[in-house]
């Protein structure tokens, strides 16, 4: 009744920049939230089931798209296909120049996963999907049996509260918090898998258990657990790493601030730390620290100042002005610098509640997510709080410390490899063939300058050589990382190939073949094959309009100025070249007039 319609596209969180710029192989920034029934799953419904929920929250229908300032999310027609878990969890779900969502939801005998790109929600309102996800099966598979449709949220949030960005709303450059002086933390220094692969460990205790002896310290149960993260990571420290202190992150959900029905990002974190070896390291006394720290800092105040000093940093003029690519190199750097005041991460997702109907269909709900560190996820359901630790390292010491101290302070844990599929392997060929090929670049390379030493010193026909075999690679090399799309693949062609071209010529005497021949027939032939390659994709305007664009105007300019310049001798090629290039650009404009319009606002909002 109250749905509108989602708009066209939107501009990044404060968050989800963050997750844009630095998200690579070894860290996706993508969790993975999932839910075991007491059933086997049946991936039709399933299907049927994901269909329901993305009617509920459309906001989830979107692709990550490149401007020159910043990342934006675009609305996409693409619809997401339910699959049997077929690869490693907590992969890459954003992968650049590829137009794809930036979720999955995948299954397994009896369990549902769903994975999602950090850029596109966070752990609340990846909760909100699971949970209509879960429900939407249930009454599917159980509809025979009368099972009740129950509403999870009344009317649920519109489509406008779904794509709010609450760090906005609830920004104010006044708001300050306490200053906190910034030190260098732990690093954990342990030998890695062999190809990086992510290391799950899983591990289940009674709530009612941890709650007690949570109440017996007088603390919560999140800070019983921070207390003893810092406790295992201690313990595979040695007296040298002392002299640095064990901090973990702990984000925390601004909701329970700042009232906010958001399916975006919304949260901030803080930072408890100890430093070990000056006589106060017991259990009891980390205990008491964490929970000082958490009074102090987990306060309305100290949350909206820190959340305000991350938003400010965005809308700084330098840096919002700054080319995307720059932006990039900047935040990357800052994240760097900011892993080194932190050890670990620890994310407690709180409980999850379900109505009562559907309780007795499942089994537990769990959550962990890729990391570049060590980090423990938790959740819990009814009585079950559910463990997931992940990290990147061939040693699971961490984990086991872990589940020791909780076993001897009276909480009872059950520790367990996550099931998978048999056939679930990393797929590294096509890096392989890559690195196969780099190679024989540069055996070519070298055996060429020792032929060319041994045989004919006095000539450097290696320089040929080595040249050509550079210009191969790089082609290729283009070829291999731009392949999600090959309207950008040709766009980098058209530079390469005319650029190179050109020192080609100027190395080898300057006869101008470069700008008189080459480069004018590269920018036709490449703007040729868009149109061709933009056919048999069926691209729609918005999809080819910006690769449209750059290569008309490259075309255009470039044979201009060499004109005008008198750089280029045989003029015939040149100006058909740019005549035919500014029709082509004329009529992109008045008859795609609108999708021009809303492309280059899109592309160039700051």
């Known amino acids: ?104 939801v995948t299954y397994f005998e009896k369990r549902i996963n769903f994975e999602v790109f950090h850029a596109l929600t966070d752990g609340t309102g990846a909760t909100e999907f699971l949970k209509e996800l879960v429900k939407n099966y249930l009454c599917l598979s159980h ?40 030190i260098r933390a732990y690093q954990i220094k342990m030998m890695k898998k062999e190809y990086g692969e992510l290391q799950v460990t899983e591990g289940t205790v009674s709530v009612k258990e ?31 790493q002392e002299k640095r202190p064990v901090v973990l992150m702990v984000p925390v959900n601004l909701r329970k601030f700042f009232p906010s029905e958001s399916m975006l990002n919304f ?48 809308k700084h003029k330098v840096l919002r002005w700054a080319p995307l690519e720059i932006k990039n190199r900047c935040i990357r750097a800052g994240a760097k610098l900011a892993e080194k005041e932190v ?5 407690n997702m709180s409980a999850v509640k379900m109505p009562e109907e559907y309780v007795p269909y499942i089994e537990r709900f769990g959550v962990y997510t890729s990391t570049p560190k060590v980090e423990l996820c938790v959740c819990s359901f009814n009585d079950t709080l559910t463990f997931g630790f992940t990290s990147r390292y061939d040693s699971s010491n961490i984990q086991r410390n872990f589940f ?96 190179g071209c050109i020192v080609w010529d100027a190395f080898t005497g300057w006869h101008k073949w470069s700008v008189n021949f080459v480069l004018p027939s590269v920018c036709v032939i490449i703007e040729l094959s868009m149109l061709i390659i933009s056919r048999l994709q069926s691209h729609t305007a918005r999809e080819y309009m910006i690769y449209y664009v750059m290569a008309s105007a490259y075309s255009i300019l470039v044979p201009f100025i060499l004109l005008l310049t008198k750089v280029i001798t045989v003029t015939a090629p040149a100006v058909l070249c740019a005549g035919l290039s500014s029709l082509f650009l004329l009529a992109l404009v008045i008859f795609k007039g609108r999708e021009f319009k809303e492309e280059m606002q899109k592309k160039f909002h700051v």
């Open 210 to 240: 941890l709650l007690a002896v949570s109440r017996e310290k007088g603390v919560s149960m999140t800070v019983l657990m921070t207390a003893a993260l810092m406790c295992a990571i201690h313990e595979e420290m040695t007296k040298v």
């Open 143 to 182: 509809r025979e049996e009368g099972l009740a449709e129950v509403e999870l949220a009344g009317d649920g949030p519109t489509v406008q509260d779904q794509e709010n960005d609450s760090f906005s709303k609830y920004y104010s450059p006044d708001v300050k918090r306490k200053k906190k002086k910034k």
């Open 343 to 347: 050890t670990a991460v620890f994310s």
């Open 404 to 499: 020791r101290i909780l076993s001897e302070i009276g909480v009872h844990t059950k520790v367990e490899e996550p099931a998978c599929p048999e056939e679930v392997q990393l797929n590294y060929e096509g890096k392989k063939f890559f690195n196969y090929f780099s190679f024989c670049c540069i055996a070519a390379i070298v055996i060429g300058i020792m032929l060319n030493a041994i045989i004919s010193p006095e000539r450097y026909w290696a320089a040929f050589v080595a040249a050509g075999a550079f210009s191969m690679w790089l082609a290729l090399a283009i070829g291999f990382f731009k392949r999600h799309n090959l309207l950008k693949n040709a766009m980098w062609q058209l530079l390469v190939v005319s650029i």
């Open 267 to 314: 949260f901030g974190w803080i930072e408890p730390g100890h430093r070990f070896g000056e006589g106060k390291d017991s259990l009891d006394e980390i205990l008491e620290e964490v929970k000082v720290y958490f009074s102090d800092y987990l306060t309305k105040e100290h949350i909206a100042g820190h959340m305000n000093e991350l938003i400010a940093f965005e």
């Open 1 to 104: 009744m109250f749905q509108q319609k989602r708009a066209y596209w939107r501009n990044l969180d404060n968050a989800a920049k963050l997750f844009s710029a630095t998200s690579n192989a070894k860290d996706t920034r993508v969790f993975r939230f999932y839910c075991v029934l007491k059933e086997y799953i049946d991936g039709d419904i399933l299907q049927e089931a994901l269909n329901r929920t993305i009617k509920k929250y459309p906001v989830f229908l979107s692709v990550m798209r490149k401007g020159l300032f910043w990342h934006y999310l675009e609305k996409s027609e693409l619809r997401p296909v339910v699959r049997e878990e077929y690869k490693e969890p907590c992969s890459c779900l954003y992968v650049r120049d590829k137009k794809a969502l930036l979720f999955e």
